[in-house]
T-cell receptor, first 117, second 114 residues
Framework: KAGVTQTPRYLIKTRGQQVTLSCSPI?????VSWYQQTPGQGLQFLFE???????NKGNFPGRFSGRQFSNSRSEMNVSTLELGDSALYLC????????????????FGSGTRLTVV | AQKVTQAQTEISVVEKEDVTLDCVYE???????LFWYKQPPSGELVFLIR??????QNEISGRYSWNFQKSTSSFNFTITASQVVDSAVYFC???????????FGPGTSLSVIP
């Protein structure tokens, strides 16, 4: 059974550009969540999607957006990149929405390492 | 307020030593969940354990054990006879029933030296 797949693994962008990250959940999982991990702020929840609808949202500016497709794959977009957006972006999938990492079946991908220069 | 504190930023131990990672949490809820995740160098977070607030029984899983004490709001994690493969960042986290998000601690980076 394939795990959560995130692409690309590494990305370098210039300040002001926009970026799109992709996450393919475990087959059968319809809930996808995104997290930002930085040395200064740690792990922070971005948003959760379930059945193509945003179900929950963290405290991030509107430059951070996401969507989910009918096949449960999700994309996260960051517009007008800032240096502070450099981070590891983790995606997690689950068959049960709303329970987050407290759910035994909540599985993380290996992340996309975004560097903004 | 809800908060998770992992006071140990980095720990280094020699292989086969025992090591305890501390976790202290704050919550006003009477019902909540605590758990530990491991993040190896590959990046993904690996679920280790979940404990609910009504279950103070300590748990042992192989070389891993967890000590949950509500009186001190602590949920400490001990690795017995550490191995190089245990080298990773370990996160303690809290989920309250009144707040539909998970709060992660800052993590403890464990290095096991051969």
């Amino acid at each position: 059974k394939a795990g959560v797949t995130q692409t690309p693994r590494y990305l370098i962008k210039t300040r002001g550009q926009q970026v799109t990250l992709s996450c393919s959940p475990i087959s059968g999982h319809r809930s996808v969540s995104w997290y930002q991990q930085t040395p200064g702020q740690g792990l922070q929840f971005l948003f959760e999607y379930f059945s193509e609808t945003q179900r929950n949202k963290g405290n991030f500016p509107g430059r951070f957006s996401g969507r989910q497709f009918s096949n449960s794959r999700s994309e996260m977009n960051v517009s007008t990149l800032e240096l502070g957006d450099s981070a590891l972006y983790l995606c997690a999938s689950s068959s049960i929405p709303g329970t987050g990492p407290s759910n035994y079946g909540y599985t993380f991908g290996s992340g996309t390492r975004l560097t903004v220069v | 307020a809800q908060k998770v504190t992992q006071a140990q930023t980095e720990i280094s131990v020699v292989e086969k030593e025992d090591v305890t990672l501390d976790c202290v949490y704050e919550t006003r809820d009477t019902t909540y969940y605590l758990f530990w995740y491991k993040q190896p160098p590959s990046g993904e977070l690996v679920f280790l354990i979940r404990r609910n607030s009504f279950d103070e029984q300590n748990e042992i899983s192989g070389r891993y054990s967890w000590n949950f004490q509500k009186s001190t709001s602590s949920f400490n994690f001990t690795i017995t006879a550490s191995q190089v493969v245990d080298s990773a960042v370990y996160f303690c986290a809290l989920r309250q029933t009144s707040y539909d998000k998970v709060i992660f601690g800052p993590g403890t980076s464990l290095s096991v030296i051969p």
